[in-house]
């Protein structure tokens, strides 16, 4: 939605979780229309800057703007009868082995409209920005022919056309078989590289692509072949690897120069280092790990000591993590993951800002980046992981621009 940009505008005596760290003393941000002018310290700011500049907001924690970087936001139907039959002992990889799973949504998403799409996901993506989301990747994979992952796509376009949030596209068409090409995954791949890539890219409609290389979903080979396709067609790579078995979909998509590896649950110390030397983001998914009970957690110590930049997502969707509430992984990323506090936070800000190649615009509080971020009722950042409490965001600046407040 066009939003009108006001000039010049302070908020002072802010706790600053930057998108790296936390600052000790009371700290001021100024903005000129959408972007970040200064950060500095309260004592820093001269009289006239005081006398002279609005004054947007006063205290509280201000953090970057949320990034949640991997959702599938846009699908038809639920799968509430298959949590079930999850709670009767059948595992994800059963259900989606019967057809149902992926394949289930994929059956409701192509018979929703454009606009039931739409008013689904509006909803769900209108809860991420009462949670403080600014930005948010938005997966197809639902769709599996070229017209329906082109709906997809174009629902998501529309969202961040029509909200004040980023929406940024990944192309997904390598996420299941559809049934039309039972035993025939090759001539599937076939399709979605010399078919769906060329045209969603033609469209604009997509901002990277991304496989699921998994045994229930698509092997290395035929993986392999959508990544040079994507790159054929000049868009970054992104992948679901090694969730439920190792495969080597993280070493292959590091050869690919990939934004980032999703999931890793089975993630080895090859990988890792594979990944560390691509500059490849770790994309944590802590919502589809509690969803499915899985046990294997992903090596966060190896990670940490190669530094690669940790990031973490809702991985919303219908089947693995249906939740929609990013500051809830937040907290299931340190419960489950031993994360500490401030690696969760620098995983829905600095790191998810660099898992969807937007680091020089998005994620940190510095001159120069956009000034989107969010102002918390709390006293310190790490109480955002902490504690599950609603009605913590006091204002959400999208752009410079004020479009949530709650000043009781
Ligand atoms: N792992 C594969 N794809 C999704 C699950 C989608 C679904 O179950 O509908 C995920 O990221 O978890
Ligand atoms: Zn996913």
């Given at each position: 939605m066009p939003q009108s940009h006001p000039n010049r505008q302070l908020w002072r005596d802010v706790t600053l979780f930057d998108g790296e760290r936390t600052y000790d003393a009371p700290m001021a941000v100024i903005t000129d229309n959408d972007r970040i002018e200064r950060v500095c310290r309260?004592?820093?700011?001269s009289d006239a800057d005081i006398a002279d500049l609005p004054v947007a907001g006063q205290g509280g924690v201000l953090t970057p703007g949320?990034?949640?970087?991997?959702?599938?936001l846009v699908f038809g139907g639920q799968r509430a009868g298959e949590f079930e039959q999850r709670l009767e002992g059948a595992s994800y990889a059963d259900i989606a082995a019967q057809g149902g799973g992926i394949i289930s949504t994929v059956r409701a998403t192509r018979e929703a409209s454009e606009d039931d799409l739409y008013t689904s996901a509006a909803k769900r993506l209108q809860g991420l920005m009462a949670d403080g989301v600014t930005t948010v990747e938005i997966k197809s994979?639902?769709?599996?022919?070229t017209e329906h992952e082109a709906k997809m796509l174009r629902v998501a376009r529309r969202l961040g056309e029509q909200y004040p949030v980023r929406v940024v596209t990944t192309f997904l068409g390598a996420h299941a078989l559809p049934p039309e090409y039972k035993d025939r995954k090759d001539d599937y791949i076939d399709l979605v590289c010399n078919d769906m890539i060329p045209s969603i890219a033609d469209q604009g409609l997509a901002d990277a692509v991304d496989v699921f290389c998994e045994g229930i979903a698509f092997n290395l080979d035929q993986t392999e072949r959508v990544f040079q396709a994507a790159h054929k067609h000049g868009l970054p790579i992104k992948g679901h690897v090694?969730?439920?078995?190792?495969?080597g979909g993280a070493s292959l998509a590091a050869k690919y120069n990939a934004l980032s590896v999703d999931?890793?649950?089975?993630?080895?110390e090859d990988d890792v280092q594979a990944i560390a030397e691509s500059g490849t983001v770790a994309t944590l998914l802590p919502g589809a790990f509690y969803t499915l009970r899985?046990?294997?957690?992903?090596p966060i110590d190896a990670l940490r000591r190669a530094r690669v930049p940790m990031a973490i997502a809702t991985?919303?969707?219908?089947?693995s993590s249906p939740i929609f509430q990013l500051t809830l992984i937040l907290n299931m990323a340190c419960t489950?993951?031993?994360?500490?506090p401030t690696e969760a936070l620098q995983g829905v800000t600095a790191n998810a800002a660099r898992a969807l190649g937007l680091s020089e615009q998005l994620g940190s509080i510095q001159p120069?980046?956009?000034?989107d971020f969010c102002i918390w009722d709390?006293?310190?950042?790490?109480e955002l992981a902490y504690a599950i409490a609603?009605?913590?965001?006091?204002q959400r600046v999208f752009d410079g621009v004020i479009t949530h407040a709650n000043d009781q």
């Open positions: 309260m004592n820093e700011l949320l990034i949640d970087c991997h959702t599938h994979g639902y769709g599996l022919t090694e969730q439920l078995s190792h495969l999931h890793i649950e089975w993630l080895t899985d046990t294997q957690v992903p991985d919303g969707n219908p089947g489950l993951f031993r994360l500490t120069g980046q956009r000034a709390i006293e310190q950042p790490a609603p009605g913590r965001l006091r």
